[in-house]
Nanobody, 122 residues
Framework: QVHLVESGGGLVQAGGSLRLSCAAS????????MGWFRQAPGKQREFVSG????????AYGDSAKGRFTISSDNAKNTVYLQMNSLKPEDTAVYYC???????????????WGQGTEVTVSS
């Protein structure tokens, strides 16, 4: 059973930055990928970014390209999401998730964190 704990959310002004962290415990060798998703009120869960723990491959959703950077510290079993140039439309609850394969589809992830709220004011 994988346990995920997100942190780093908060309130920031437009143009500002935040770094989200997701600490994973109990991960097995088959839990190779971590993804970041976000969900704003009344909207579907959206893929933000993903990383493959072993290979280091990364992927970004269209909204994150050029502004967000995902990275991992394998020794700490932690994945980070550096978010720069934040916009009000980035306001959402951000979730990290672990699965066997990196995918943009939330159904491909087995374990989910509780979420961390990000609010970007204009």
């Amino acid at each position: 059973q994988v346990h995920l704990v997100e942190s780093g959310g908060g309130l920031v002004q437009a143009g500002g930055s935040l770094r989200l962290s997701c600490a994973a415990s109990g991960r097995s060798s088959s839990d190779n990928a971590m993804g970041w998703f976000r969900q704003a009120p009344g909207k579907q869960r959206e893929f933000v970014s993903g990383i493959h723990w072993s290979i280091g491959d990364t992927a970004y959703g269209d909204s994150a390209k050029g502004r967000f950077t995902i990275s991992s510290d394998n020794a700490k079993n932690t994945v980070y999401l550096q978010m720069n140039s934040l916009k009000p439309e980035d306001t959402a609850v951000y979730y990290c998730a672990v699965g066997e394969f990196m995918s943009k589809h939330p159904l491909m992830y087995t374990y989910w964190g509780q979420g961390t709220e990000v609010t970007v004011s204009s």
